[in-house]
C-alpha cells in the first residue's frame, strides 16, 4: 500500500518565432517528483513553406513519464516500476489547396523503460501486471487528408506502425501496427449527416505474440441540427454493425450503442 506525501513540480518555458518562409519553436521543461527525482526535457520543430501550397517540419524531442499511483498500487500495480524516457523524431511533409489538405508524417520514438501491461508476476493478480519494458521503438508512418466533393466534406487517415520491444524483437502487446480512419460528412435540409469508420489490424496479447487478437472494422453515424441559436439536437449510432471485437483478451467492448443529445451554449 502507499502511505505518506508524493508532490509533483514542473516549470516549462516555450518560444516561438517566424522568419519568412520558415518557422522555429522550442520548449524546456524540468520535472521534479518528490519520489522519483527531477528530470529535464526539450524540443525543437523546424517548418519551411517553400511554396504556398507545400510545407515541410522537422522535429525532435525527449520525454519522461513517472508511473501513475494506479499502475504501482492497484491490483495490476508493481511498485518496482520506474519513470519511462523517451527520444522522438519526426519529419512531415504538407501540401494545401483550395479547402483540401494532405500530409506524409514519418516518426520514430525511442523509449527506456516503457511503462505497459504485461503477463501476471510482479502483482498479485492473476490477469495481469503493469511492467517496464527495457527498451522500446516505435516508429512509421502516417497519411492523412481532406477535402470536398460534391458537397460532402471528406477525411481519412493511414497508420503503418512498428510497435517493436527491442529487447526481444516482437511486437508491444495489446499495439496494432495498422490504423485508419475515414469521416463523410454533409449538410441535408438544415441537417448535418455524418458517418465514421475506424478500422485496426491484428494485434497481440501477450510479450510472445502467440496470442493474437483479431483486426476489426467499426461504422458510426451521427446527424445534428441547430434548432435556435446556440440549442442544437445530436444524435449517433456507434458500432453500427455490432461488431463483436477485443482490446484485451477477454474484455468486452460495447457493441451497437447509440445516443441523442440536446446541446445548449452560450
Not at 11 to 18: E, P
Not at 75 to 99: F, H, K, M, T
Not at 208 to 235: D, H, I
Request: charged content about 20%.
Amino acid at each position: 500500500a502507499f502511505g505518506g506525501k508524493r508532490h509533483q513540480d514542473a516549470i516549462a518555458l516555450g518560444w516561438r518565432g517566424d522568419f519568412g518562409d520558415h518557422g522555429l519553436q522550442a520548449h524546456i521543461r524540468h520535472d521534479d517528483d518528490s519520489e522519483f527525482g527531477g528530470k529535464s526535457t526539450g524540443s525543437v520543430a523546424w517548418g519551411w513553406t517553400f511554396t504556398p501550397q507545400w510545407r515541410v517540419t522537422a522535429s525532435a524531442a525527449t520525454a519522461f513519464r513517472v508511473p501513475t499511483l494506479y499502475q504501482r498500487f492497484s491490483d495490476y500495480g508493481n511498485a518496482a516500476l520506474v519513470p519511462e524516457s523517451g527520444r522522438n523524431i519526426e519529419a512531415g511533409l504538407r501540401w494545401a489547396a483550395a479547402g483540401s489538405e494532405a500530409s506524409l508524417t514519418v516518426w520514430r520514438n525511442k523509449v527506456t523503460n516503457l511503462i505497459a501491461f504485461g503477463a501476471a508476476g510482479p502483482c498479485l493478480n492473476a490477469f495481469g501486471c503493469y511492467v517496464n519494458v527495457g527498451r522500446a521503438q516505435l516508429e512509421g508512418l502516417t497519411l492523412a487528408g481532406r477535402t470536398q466533393l460534391a458537397g460532402v466534406s471528406l477525411r481519412g487517415s493511414l497508420d503503418w506502425h512498428d510497435p517493436r520491444n527491442v529487447d526481444t524483437d516482437k511486437v508491444l502487446q495489446r499495439r496494432a501496427k495498422q490504423l485508419a480512419t475515414f469521416g463523410a460528412e454533409t449538410v441535408l435540409a438544415g441537417w448535418t449527416l455524418g458517418t465514421e469508420v475506424q478500422a485496426a489490424g491484428v494485434r497481440y496479447e501477450n510479450a510472445s505474440n502467440s496470442q493474437p487478437l483479431g483486426g476489426y472494422a467499426l461504422v458510426n453515424l451521427f446527424v445534428s441540427k441547430t434548432l435556435m441559436p446556440g440549442l442544437a439536437l445530436e444524435a449517433r449510432i456507434d458500432n453500427l454493425g455490432d461488431k463483436q471485437y477485443e482490446l484485451a483478451q477477454n474484455y468486452t467492448t460495447a457493441g451497437r450503442n447509440g445516443q441523442v443529445t440536446l446541446r445548449w451554449s452560450l
